[in-house]
């Protein structure tokens, strides 16, 4: 058997984190709602049973929920009233009935009632009874009829969340097929996340230009910046996950400017070894961004990675070198030019604009005007721009 990757873990550790859950508004938990329920549809369409639907059989794939563990599913063909099976598994999402009548069979309406279950645990971000150690203690308290209440704030005409989603012609017909095309919200701001990830990566590789720059990036998506900050909550295994979360922070895209959370997501990459991490805790010690000025711990953070870095870690060191006041400033200097000279070679725009202007000035290096032209030549070919307030 070959079973899909999910890598969002199960419905329960997925609702389980604050953070995540808090960043769902109503549309994501119908948008859960829905592919669970159409999940279930397909089961009955083919007169399966799954019979043990619970949260921590319900797994997360970039935001899809999917059915899993079929252990004690059935065909109804082949259902019997074998007691032991009616009441295994967890008894808050069983159908009393089961606890009612030992020759009671689970069929559709079962799943049905797990199915209800479930939507109240995504409205409530909780599992139902947490109260409740002892099953025995449980079960009597679901046969005494008593259930969870709908939660605070849930919107008109949504606490029979069951009935409207089973009940629904329009949800029964809906084709699965739909829920995730190309007018799927999460898949808009998958799409747009990636552009700005590939375009964080280009920034850092190559430096800003006339005509680009990453924060203009970030201004182009600003009136989706909440969506697309959810979508990235919710997906925690993208590339560079602590890294776009910590950027988002830093700059307020999609939620609160706070540079103090900005460099907790930084401090966390680094520790997952992403080596952008620690060019941007060194750019916060640099700039000051949510911790004091620090430029000897900055240049720690950019001496770390100047091997396996990206090249804008080389310009920002080159940089602390330049800036450094120090008796051994002449070899500061001649560091600097050589780490700015490195980084240009690899097509750091920015570096390209410093080798010139040191080699058409003879700063800690020959005057060479071939050198120099070359350069700048190359730099306003690549659009380069020469504003040093811009990092």
């Keep these: ?40 549809m397909c089961l009955h369409k083919e007169n399966i049973v799954h019979r043990d639907l619970h949260s921590k059989n319900i797994l997360v794939n970039n935001g899809i929920l999917l059915i899993a563990d079929f252990g004690i599913s059935k065909h109804l063909e082949e259902m019997t009233s074998n007691s032991i099976a009616n009441v295994f598994g967890m008894p808050e999402y069983i159908d009393p009935q089961c606890y009612r009548d030992s020759k009671f069979k689970k069929d559709k309406k079962s799943d049905i009632y797990s199915l209800g279950v479930l939507l109240w645990e995504i409205t409530s971000g909780r599992p139902p009874f947490p109260n409740y150690e002892n ?49 799927n919200p999460s898949t808009k701001s998958k799409k747009k996340l990636e552009v700005i990830i590939q375009s964080y990566l280009k920034y850092n590789k190559t430096g800003w230009t006339k005509n680009y720059n990453f924060i203009n990036v970030l201004k182009r998506y600003e009136s989706e910046s909440k969506e697309i900050f959810n979508y990235l909550i919710n997906n925690p295994t993208i590339q560079h996950y602590e890294i776009m ?50 430029m000897l711990k900055a240049k720690q953070y950019f001496e ?41 070679e690899k097509g750091f725009i920015p570096s390209q604009f410093k080798v010139a202007y040191h080699y058409s000035h003879g700063f800690y290096t020959q005057i060479n005007e071939g050198e120099a032209l070359k350069w700048y030549k190359s730099f306003h070919k690549n659009g380069g721009y020469p504003d040093y307030n811009v990092f």
């Design 135 to 183: 099953k025995f203690a449980l079960i009597y308290h679901l046969l005494s009829k008593n259930r969870e209440k709908p939660i605070e704030h849930t919107p008109p005409n949504s606490n029979s969340l069951t009935a409207t989603y089973v009940n629904s012609v329009t949800l029964i017909n809906l084709p699965i097929g739909k829920l995730n095309d190309s007018s």
């Design 245 to 294: 979360v910590g950027k988002f922070y830093q700059e307020g895209f999609g939620t609160d400017k706070n540079q103090q959370k900005g460099l907790k997501w930084f401090l966390n990459a680094c520790k997952n070894e992403d080596e952008h991490g620690k060019y941007e805790v060194g750019a916060c010690y640099f700039h000051s961004l949510g911790i004091e000025k620090s």
């Design 1 to 40: 058997m070959i079973l899909e990757y999910a890598n969002g873990g199960s419905l329960r550790d997925y609702l389980g984190n604050d953070e995540r859950f808090k960043s769902f508004g109503w549309k994501d938990k119908i948008r859960m709602s829905l592919d669970i329920t159409c999940g279930l």
């Design 304 to 344: 770390s990675i100047v091997d396996c870095g990206p090249n804008i870690a080389l310009y920002k060191l080159a940089n602390c070198y330049e800036f450094t006041i120090s008796l051994e400033k002449e070899v500061l200097i001649s560091k600097a030019f050589q780490l700015y000279k490195t980084s240009a």
